[in-house]
């Protein structure tokens, strides 16, 4: 059974850092597709960043691209989250999600579609506030 756990979340002022990681267990990581997904109250859970790790590259929403960096430690079967540059709108529950169908995620908006993701972790709290 997958189990996919959260870790890093926090409280900081805008315009702070925090790195959120994310433990995979129960399955074979070598290919998967990993995605960072975020919820704010009253709101939508919205993907933020992905990478597979068949590649060829990493997927971000609009709001994330040169703020935020994902990347993938095989070796560890983990998947980070460094947010730098943190707004307040960026509070949210952080999730972090598996795709074990399609470890090349399959283009930016598939891959930030919560709809391909069947494992999903508890989440982690983020909180920017001043």
């Known amino acids: 059974q997958v189990q996919l756990v959260e870790s890093g979340g926090g409280s900081v002022q805008p315009g702070g850092s925090l790195r959120l990681s994310c433990a995979a267990s129960?399955?074979?990581?070598?290919?998967?597709?990993m995605g960072w997904f975020r919820q704010a109250p009253g709101k939508e859970r919205e993907g933020v960043a992905a990478?597979?790790?068949?590649?060829?590259?990493?997927y971000y929403a609009a709001s994330a691209k040169g703020r935020f960096t994902i990347s993938l430690d095989n070796a560890k079967n983990t998947v980070y989250l460094q947010m730098d540059s943190l707004r307040p709108e960026d509070t949210g529950m952080y999730y972090c999600?598996?795709?074990?169908?399609?470890?090349?995620?399959?283009?930016?908006?598939?891959?930030?579609?919560?709809?391909?993701?069947?494992?999903w972790g508890r989440g982690t709290q983020v909180t920017v506030s001043s």
């Open positions: 999600a598996a795709d074990y169908s399609n470890p090349f995620c399959g283009g930016n908006s598939f891959a930030l579609s919560v709809l391909p993701y069947k494992h």
């Open positions: 129960g399955y074979t990581y070598m290919r998967v597709c």
């Open positions: 990478a597979g790790t068949a590649g060829p590259g990493t």
